[in-house]
């Protein structure tokens, strides 16, 4: 059997395969802390990434928001081509990246925004983030750019022909789009065509979703064998570290696998004071310091 994730040496970690790396995670119990931050805007500390300090105060696995996968630029890092070779190293986690299903007919609840070709969710970019190693693609939308549930139905199904690691998917919040969040039957939709994590907004994070709303995606997810990631996605991962604290615990009681907290901070980076008050809500301060400390050359 796969060794526990918030258990496991970095060298583990990185030979794992995308259905080791899913078990592992699901043996962690809900205390997985996932760290999204924005590739191209200049880092908390300049020469360090973000990458590094998410990890240092907490985070197992990163997400790079707002990365173009033709033309990818990481603040911090001098390495581009091999922007995950290279944080591999630094971080020794598993490095995943946003690609967003944008739809063209999307009926918008504001005005659109118009992003980059190597950002959104096509053949193209699905094949190059197999060529360059990413371990895990989350199929979302950033406010106004107009992805839609059944775009990352649609998505789904090219990702999984063309990619070998992990594939998150689901809506933190509108995307600006005139839709319901977390639509039960699009998220059976989302577990039919082959996700692995089903994404869905924490607790506490979008108007009129609370525990009973979570407590169904997990159930139907968890049955149907997918794991579930809660994400923070509208600014609050910069509130104050008891309302971090506050909501880590009410979608743990909820059953998340994984929870993500948001890039809204100094550097597109959550406040690190958050990150680590969420490690310490989730899993204590043991397998916190376990977690921090243990060295990346393990």
């Given at each position: 059997?796969?060794?526990?994730?918030?258990?496991?040496?970095?060298?583990?970690?990185?030979?794992?395969?995308?259905?080791?790396?899913?078990?592992?995670?699901?043996?962690?119990?809900?205390?997985?802390?996932?760290?999204?931050?924005?590739?191209?805007?200049?880092?908390?500390?300049?020469?360090?990434?973000?990458?590094?300090?998410?990890?240092?105060?907490?985070?197992?696995?990163?997400?790079?928001?707002?990365?173009?996968?033709?033309?990818?630029?990481?603040?911090?890092?001098?390495?581009?081509?091999?922007?995950?070779?290279?944080?591999?190293?630094?971080?020794?986690?598993?490095?995943?990246?946003?690609?967003?299903?944008?739809?063209?007919?999307?009926?918008?609840?504001?005005?659109?925004?118009?992003?980059?070709?190597?950002?959104?969710?096509?053949?193209?970019?699905?094949?190059?983030?197999?060529?360059?190693?990413?371990?895990?693609?989350?199929?979302?939308?950033?406010?106004?750019?107009?992805?839609?549930?059944?775009?990352?139905?649609?998505?789904?199904?090219?990702?999984?022909?063309?990619?070998?690691?992990?594939?998150?998917?689901?809506?933190?919040?509108?995307?600006?789009?005139?839709?319901?969040?977390?639509?039960?039957?699009?998220?059976?939709?989302?577990?039919?065509?082959?996700?692995?994590?089903?994404?869905?907004?924490?607790?506490?994070?979008?108007?009129?979703?609370?525990?009973?709303?979570?407590?169904?995606?997990?159930?139907?997810?968890?049955?149907?064998?997918?794991?579930?990631?809660?994400?923070?996605?509208?600014?609050?991962?910069?509130?104050?570290?008891?309302?971090?604290?506050?909501?880590?615990?009410?979608n743990k009681i909820c059953g998340v696998d994984?929870?993500?907290?948001?890039?809204?901070?100094?550097?597109?980076?959550?406040?690190?004071?958050?990150?680590?008050?969420?490690?310490?809500?989730?899993?204590?301060?043991?397998?916190?310091?376990?977690?921090?400390?243990?060295?990346?050359?393990?």
């Amino acid at each position: 059997m796969v060794k526990r994730f918030i258990s496991s040496n970095a060298s583990e970690i990185l030979s794992m395969t995308a259905p080791e790396l899913k078990q592992s995670i699901k043996a962690s119990e809900g205390r997985v802390i996932l760290s999204e931050n924005v590739a191209f805007k200049e880092s908390y500390i300049g020469d360090v990434t973000n990458a590094e300090i998410a990890r240092s105060f907490g985070a197992d696995l990163i997400l790079l928001n707002g990365i173009d996968i033709f033309q990818p630029f990481v603040a911090g890092l001098d390495a581009k081509e091999d922007f995950v070779k290279e944080l591999h190293r630094l971080v020794g986690r598993p490095i995943g990246i946003n690609l967003e299903p944008v739809d063209s007919q999307a009926q918008m609840a504001g005005e659109r925004l118009i992003i980059d070709e190597g950002r959104q969710a096509s053949l193209a970019t699905v094949q190059r983030a197999e060529e360059l190693g990413v371990d895990f693609i989350c199929l979302t939308g950033n406010p106004g750019t107009g992805v839609t549930n059944q775009a990352i139905i649609d998505t789904i199904r090219v990702v999984k022909e063309n990619f070998s690691g992990l594939l998150i998917a689901g809506k933190m919040h509108a995307s600006g789009v005139d839709e319901p969040v977390a639509d039960l039957e699009a998220i059976a939709q989302f577990i039919e065509a082959g996700v692995d994590i089903v994404l869905a907004p924490a607790v506490g994070s979008v108007p009129g979703f609370d525990e009973q709303d979570l407590k169904q995606i997990v159930r139907l997810a968890h049955q149907k064998g997918a794991l579930v990631m809660s994400a923070i996605g509208t600014s609050q991962e910069s509130a104050d570290e008891d309302i971090v604290k506050q909501m880590a615990i009410r979608n743990k009681i909820c059953g998340v696998d994984i929870q993500h907290i948001g890039d809204s901070g100094y550097g597109c980076l959550a406040p690190v004071e958050n990150i680590f008050a969420m490690s310490k809500a989730l899993r204590g301060q043991r397998h916190t310091i376990s977690m921090i400390s243990r060295s990346i050359n393990r």
